[in-house]
Nanobody, 123 residues
Framework: QVQLVESGGGSVQAGGSLRVSCTAS?????????MGWLRQAPGKEREVVAA????????YYADSVKGRFTIAQESTKNTWYLQMDSLKPEDSAMYYC???????????????WGQGTQVTVSS
């Protein structure tokens, strides 16, 4: 029944900003849940960009995006977003929101996935 729905993304020039949002329909984030954003570019490995874990009480960022990207929950507790500032061409990728929403899980196994949204950064 739970479905992750993404919005946002698009195309910007280098140095610009984009914001992508993810909503877990039919679910309210619990204290054990993990929420993340992952990306994959053609010919590249998929990587975790940022994550909220322990129900949003702790944060992880990949080294490549530290200081530029921010992950946070919306005031609506079933929604989280990724604010991307100072974008670089190498940030271009398909971005996916994902989550571990199992009621008894304390891991980030990303059992639920959004459909993906394209982010393109031009020079």
């Amino acid at each position: 029944q739970v479905q992750l729905v993404e919005s946002g993304g698009g195309s910007v020039q280098a140095g610009g900003s984009l914001r992508v949002s993810c909503t877990a329909s039919g679910h309210t984030i619990q204290s054990n849940n993990c929420m993340g954003w992952l990306r994959q570019a053609p010919g590249k490995e998929r990587e975790v960009v940022a994550a909220l874990y322990l129900g949003g009480r702790s944060t992880y960022y990949a080294d490549s995006v530290k200081g530029r990207f921010t992950i946070a929950q919306e005031s609506t507790k079933n929604t989280w977003y990724l604010q991307m500032d100072s974008l670089k061409p190498e940030d271009s990728a398909m971005y996916y929101c994902a989550a571990d929403l199992a009621p008894d899980s304390w891991t980030c196994e990303y059992n639920y996935w959004g459909q993906g949204t394209q982010v393109t950064v031009s020079s």
